[in-house]
């Protein structure tokens, strides 16, 4: 007789059961919110970088004006994984990074130079540099370079401002006094500005110590608003300079109000009376020889204006006048003065309905 053992089977398939129903359980019954829910760790963690600066600040103390000056900043990684210095940003344009360590391994160390350029900077001065990295734990980094940069010297006045130039004032001269603070006698080596046509030249006044910076404007300037410095290279001590702003202003020989006329595009049901000043920016007196124009039926006279410098332009459009939105329109000014050339006057019409024009 053949004998049966199935109590083990009978065993195994209860087992079998219970964790299949278990896993039934869960998957309508979740664990609640909060609860603690076993998970799988690797046996090792992820390796990364960690990046840390032996000093996040700078002070190099005093500095003369114009002098650069040149810090170096070291860090190192504490990370188990390679470090990667992504970008060295500065916060403006007077600090500029060099080359620095790009990618540096667990461990190692590294450095990132900086320098500043203290030309125009006076006073207590802090520049801040931004170091972007790999690191999860220091992502940005900010860098500090600051400290005292002192004046070369006082100018008196700080800026050379010739304000409006009239075209009988050209050419025209302005003068600053320099004192210099440095410890050891000054030697001036050139002198020039950086306006077209501008001269500069320096003077000592006292041996090694001041000097009169004058700039002379050319003979005829066109008109327009001008900027520029005026620089004075040392020749002792050398590598150091000191810049001056320059500033004028000239006005266009003949100035109109206002610079266009604007009229309907008609027909206009009656008579139409625009007037224009034109005024001289010299001291003589201003006179017009002849008016043209290409306007119809339009009636163009002059006559004096409220000083000798300036004239009256009166324009009558007369009833039914018609003009073309799409047509340029003007009035040509001739003067006794040949030297102002001709002025032309744009005249615009406007077509109903349609925006004035600014």
């Given at each position: 007789m053949r004998t049966f053992h199935a109590?083990?089977?009978?065993f195994a398939l209860v087992r079998g059961l219970v964790v299949v129903c278990g896993a039934w359980l869960l998957s309508i019954h979740p664990a609640p919110a909060g609860a603690a829910v076993p998970?799988?760790?690797?046996?090792?963690?992820a390796a990364v970088a960690d990046i840390r600066f032996d000093a996040a600040e700078y002070s190099f103390g005093e500095a003369w004006a114009g002098d650069k000056v040149d810090a170096v900043f070291h860090f190192s990684n504490q990370g188990a994984g390679a470090l990667e210095i992504f970008y060295v940003k500065p916060g403006c344009g007077c600090t500029q990074a060099g080359e620095w360590d790009r990618r540096v391994g667990p461990g190692k160390r590294g450095r990132i130079p900086l320098r500043l350029n203290t030309a125009g900077l006076s006073g207590f001065i802090k520049r801040k540099v931004t170091v972007t990295s790999n690191s999860p734990?220091?992502?940005?980094?900010t860098l500090t370079i600051q400290g005292q940069v002192n004046p070369l010297a006082d100018l008196d006045p700080p800026e050379l401002v010739f304000g409006r130039l009239d075209p009988g004032q050209l050419p025209a001269?302005?003068?600053?006094?320099?004192?210099?603070?440095?410890p050891a006698p000054v030697r001036t080596a050139r002198t020039a500005c950086t306006l077209s046509g501008f001269a500069a030249r320096t003077r000592e006044i006292k041996r090694g110590q001041a000097f009169e910076i004058e700039v002379t404007t050319p003979a005829a300037l066109a008109p327009g608003a001008y900027a520029g410095v005026v620089r004075l290279e040392l020749a002792e001590p050398s590598g150091r300079s000191l810049t001056v702003p320059v500033s004028a202003w000239v006005p266009s020989a003949v100035e109109v109000q206002p610079d266009r006329l604007q009229v309907p595009a008609g027909p206009l049901p009656a008579d139409l009376e625009r007037t224009l000043t034109v005024r001289g920016a010299g001291s003589q007196a201003l006179t017009i020889t002849d008016l043209a124009t290409n306007l119809p039926e339009t009636q163009i006279n002059c006559a004096d204006g409220p000083s000798p410098q300036s004239q009256k332009i009166m324009v009558r459009f007369k009833r039914g006048c018609r003009l073309s939105p799409r047509q340029s329109w003007w009035i040509d000014v001739t003067f006794g003065d040949s030297r102002l050339g001709r002025l032309r006057i744009p005249v615009s019409a406007q077509a109903a309905g349609a925006p004035a024009e600014p």
């Open positions: 109590m083990p089977c009978a998970v799988a760790h690797p046996d090792t963690a734990k220091n992502p940005n980094v001269a302005q003068k600053a006094t320099a004192t210099f603070h440095l």
